[in-house]
Each structure stands twice: as structure tokens, then as C-alpha cells.
């Protein structure tokens, strides 16, 4: 058990809908990092957060948005789904800034929430 | 080409023989990363690297940073270490190799 939780584990909704998922970090840890991973592409670096702020953005849609909340859980919100956003989304937490200019600090994965978009 | 490359891209093994799963990339990086990845889809971190070796248990990591390349070795190698290993790699941004699907049969 790594620490962080996410929710829900499984999500199955209909196209165009929207859907929020939900990540605690470990205790400490300051980052979180939002993944996806489809079965074609492998895992893809969405965004990032330290502390409240944005921190660092991959691969995110526009359809998508994230947030970190004072007490340092994130939000994932996924909007106007299609079928190609059916994936498994992680969340990783670490303590320090993560991926800003040269830096790295060892990151933790949730279990995941698997979205399936009918 | 992809920026990391993980070899080989499946592999099969006997009980108690010694694997290499192989990680180059062609990016100048900060830090690599192993993680283990179990077939219900949980992610585990199992070493981040920036120079030389580490060691846990029976798994061994390596990364030689003029050859821009990592090694991951699993001695004594055991059915529940079936599972996909990925590498990532630092440098302006995270990359993921596409994992190495290693099945362990007793």
C-alpha cells in the first residue's frame, strides 16, 4: 500500500458526460501527479501540482481541468468524454516540487480509477 | 524513435533464472525511474537512479549515464515478480518507456 488513495476504483459512464475523479497524497507529501494510461499509449504525464499550484502540464486536454485543494487532495475533471478517454488514470504523490526544471523526487502511486466511456 | 526504449518488449522465464530487462533512452536526463506495474494494474516505485546501483532484495538497478542506459536485474526470479516493468526518465519533462511484460512460470 502505497499511501495514496484514489476514487472511485471504476467508473463507467456514457459519451459526452462528465466525470470527477479524486486523489489523496500521502501524508507529507506536497505533489500530486495525474497519469493516464490507455491501452495504445502507455502511461501519459497530465498534470502536476505542489502545494495548491499548477507545477507542471503534459499531455492534458483541453476538455480536461485539475486542482489541488488546501488540504492538498486533487481533482481530475474530465469533460464532453469520448470513447478514446476510456483509460486507467493514476495519481502519484511525492513531498518535494517533482518536475519543475531539472528536479525528480520519487513519486507513489494510487491504485488507480479505471473510466470506461460507453 | 521514441526518446525511451525498453527491451526486450516481452519476456518469458523459469523459475529461479536471472532476468535483464534493458532501458535506453537518447535524452539527457536528472533521473530514471523503475516501476513495477501487477496485472490488476497497481503501481509500484521500485528504484529512481541518477548515477551507479541500487539494491533490493533480489532486484538490482543500474545506470550508466554516459551510455544513456539503465538496467533492471531480478536474481532468483519468482512467479509473483510477473508483472510489466516500466522506466522513466527526467529531463525537460517525464517520459515512459512502453514496458517490459515479464512472465515468471514455476
Known amino acids: 500500500d502505497s499511501g495514496v488513495t484514489q476514487t472511485p476504483k471504476h467508473l463507467i459512464t456514457a459519451t459526452g458526460q462528465r466525470v470527477t475523479l479524486r486523489c489523496s497524497p500521502r501524508s507529507g507529501d506536497l505533489s500530486v501527479y495525474w497519469y493516464q494510461q490507455s491501452l495504445d499509449q502507455g502511461l501519459q504525464f497530465l498534470i502536476q501540482y505542489y502545494n495548491g499550484e499548477e507545477r507542471a502540464k503534459g499531455n492534458i486536454l483541453e476538455r480536461f481541468s485539475a486542482q489541488q485543494f488546501p488540504d492538498l487532495h486533487s481533482e481530475l475533471n474530465l469533460s464532453s468524454l469520448e470513447l478514446g478517454d476510456s483509460a486507467l488514470y493514476f495519481c502519484?504523490?511525492?513531498?518535494?516540487?517533482?518536475?519543475?526544471?531539472?528536479?525528480?523526487?520519487?513519486?507513489?502511486f494510487g491504485p488507480g480509477t479505471r473510466l470506461t466511456v460507453l | 524513435k521514441n526518446e525511451v526504449e525498453q527491451s526486450p518488449q516481452n519476456l518469458t522465464a523459469q523459475e529461479g533464472e536471472f532476468i535483464t530487462i534493458n532501458c535506453s533512452y537518447s535524452?539527457?536526463?536528472?533521473?530514471l525511474h523503475w516501476l513495477q506495474q501487477h496485472p490488476g494494474g497497481g503501481i509500484v516505485s521500485l528504484f529512481m537512479l541518477s548515477s551507479g546501483k541500487k539494491k533490493h532484495g533480489r532486484l538490482i538497478a543500474t545506470i550508466n549515464i554516459q551510455e544513456k542506459h539503465s538496467s533492471l536485474h531480478i536474481t532468483a526470479s519468482h512467479p509473483r515478480d510477473s508483472a510489466v516493468y516500466i522506466c522513466?526518465?527526467?529531463?525537460?519533462?517525464?517520459?515512459f518507456g512502453t514496458g517490459t511484460r515479464l512472465q515468471v512460470f514455476p
Open positions: 502519484a504523490s511525492s513531498v518535494g516540487g517533482g518536475l519543475a526544471g531539472g528536479s525528480y523526487n520519487e513519486q507513489f
Open positions: 522513466a526518465v527526467k529531463s525537460d519533462k517525464l517520459i
Open positions: 535524452v539527457g536526463i536528472s533521473a
